[in-house]
Each structure stands twice: as C-alpha cells, then as structure tokens.
C-alpha cells in the first residue's frame, strides 16, 4: 500500500468502525450505513486525490486531526439520514457534533505549531466544515422550515457559480471574520439541533447567523469582482514584471503592482508564467494597490 493512500484508508476504516459502534449502542438501519459508508468511501476517494495532486506523502499532524473531525462528520450524516421519517438520537448527534466543533480548532492550532499548514490541509478543515453544516441543515429543516437550506447550500452555490462565472475564479485574501461566521454557523445549528432555545428564539438565531454569512460571502463575490481585470491583467504580465499595466474599471481604478511577485518560491515564477496565481501561496502572490480598498493580493 503507497504512503499517499495510508491516512485516507485509515479514516475508512475508522468510519466503518464508528457506525459498527453506533449500531450496537443506539441501533443503525439501512439508511444509516449506506450514507455513513458511501461518504466514508468519497472522504478516502477524495483525500486520496487532493494528496497525490498536492504530492504529500503522508497525512499531517494536523490532518489527522481533520480526519478525526471527518469521521465524527460522518458519524453525524448516518444518524441523521437513519432519522429521516422517525426519531433521532439528538444527544449523541449535539455530543459528536460538538466535538467535531471543537476539534475545529485544535487542527489550526496544531498545523501552526508543528509548522504544517498548506493548502491541502485548509481545503480538507474548509470541506469538511461545509458538508458538517449541509448535513446539520437537511436535518433541521422539517423543524425550522425549509428557508435554513440557504445557510447549507451558500458554498455549493458559490462553487458552482465560480464553475459558470470565470472573474469568479480565483484565491480569495485571508480573512479571519470568514472563519468566525463559518464557526457560528455550526454552533448555531447544533443549539437548533437539541432544542436549546424556544422555537421562536431559535429562528431569529438562525436567520441572524444566515445574514452573517451574505455579509460574509458578499463581500467575497464583492472582491471578486472588483478586481477581476486587475487579476486578468496580472497573470498574463511576464514572471519578471515589477508593474501591472493601469486599469480603470468602475467603481474603483486598479493601479499598479506596488512590489514584484516573489521568486524566493520555487513555483512562483512557473505558475505566472502559465497564467495561473492560484498555485502561489498567498504570501508570494502579487501585491496591488487597490483605489478606496487599500493593498490586496492576487
């Protein structure tokens, strides 16, 4: 067996092993093993694949950590489809849910302190977060109204539109508030989830933690755009180009590029020279001066 595929293997067979508990403890049907198994089956498919394009030999300290976090996620998924059309056992999905949660954090930090951060561990902690609050919608929603699916379904939308809209395309900036909204969703939908709150307060909580997350994602698509000739323009200027050409696109002027991309990074000079940025790390991407919006990267 290649290294490459060790660590996602492991998480299947971890996940066969959580439903084979969860079956003997609080019952499991049909339903519950054939959606905790196909998404164990896709989460090794798929961390397989973002390995091996990525070239990691092997899982991180940290992405053991999002492993642990995507079993627990899948865990909840086949308690929740293994409830449709009867009852659930909402403790133990709010106590698997809430470790997962909480786990959240410990990655981050791990991935920091061990030096381990990349962009395939931040796309496994984000995609796994993301399917967590889907799976968490469809369940509350018979009870809440069907309306809290939006809070779900934003980043697929998002994904898809990028899919149809090419300015759409492209590394967003960091931005720790997206990681706050992200957080709240999540804890918001596991209050829903055990009742916590009255039936009213409950809806005024969810519909403020779905305004968050338009603030959040507007702002995103917001970026997108007001800098999509800029981006355009920047990846189709030589590796060795100190200056973007002027651009005046309404309602903000591009200017130029206020420092050169880095070619301390092996890759830089490559993936400008082929028209790409997205496989730059943020820090060697092209630095702007943006009119009315400050510096931003692309």
Known sequence: MSTVRTGPVI?????????????????????????????????????????SRSGAGALS??????????????GVTALAADSIGGSAPVTLMVVLTS???????????????????SELGAR???EIDSFLVLVLCLHVAPSVGGWVLAIGAMRYVFVAASWVLGWMRGSLPPRYWRKVVAA????VL???????????????????????????????????????????????????????????????AMVHASSPVSHSAPSAAAALGSGRTDALPWSDRPTVAVARRGIARV
């Open 11 to 51: 998480g299947l067979l971890a996940q066969a092993v959580l439903l084979a508990v969860l079956a003997e403890t609080v019952g499991l049907g049909l339903a519950g093993w054939a959606a905790g198994l196909a998404y164990g089956v896709a989460l090794c498919a798929l961390l397989s694949r973002g390995m």
């Open 61 to 74: 300290p940290a992405d053991r950590v999002t492993l642990s976090r995507a079993v627990l996620v899948g």
């Open 99 to 117: 470790v997962a949660l909480a786990l959240d954090a410990v990655d981050g930090y791990t991935a920091r302190r061990t030096g381990t951060t």
């Open 124 to 126: 496994f902690d984000m």
């Open 184 to 187: 709240i969703q999540g804890v």
């Open 190 to 252: 596991t209050v829903a989830m055990g009742d916590a709150l009255p039936g009213p307060l409950t809806t005024v909580v969810l519909l403020a933690s779905l305004a968050l997350l338009v603030e959040s994602f507007g702002r995103d698509v917001a970026w997108l755009w007001t800098t999509r000739r800029l981006r355009h323009t920047v990846i189709h200027v030589a590796p060795d180009s100190r200056h973007v050409p002027d651009i005046h696109d309404a309602p903000i």
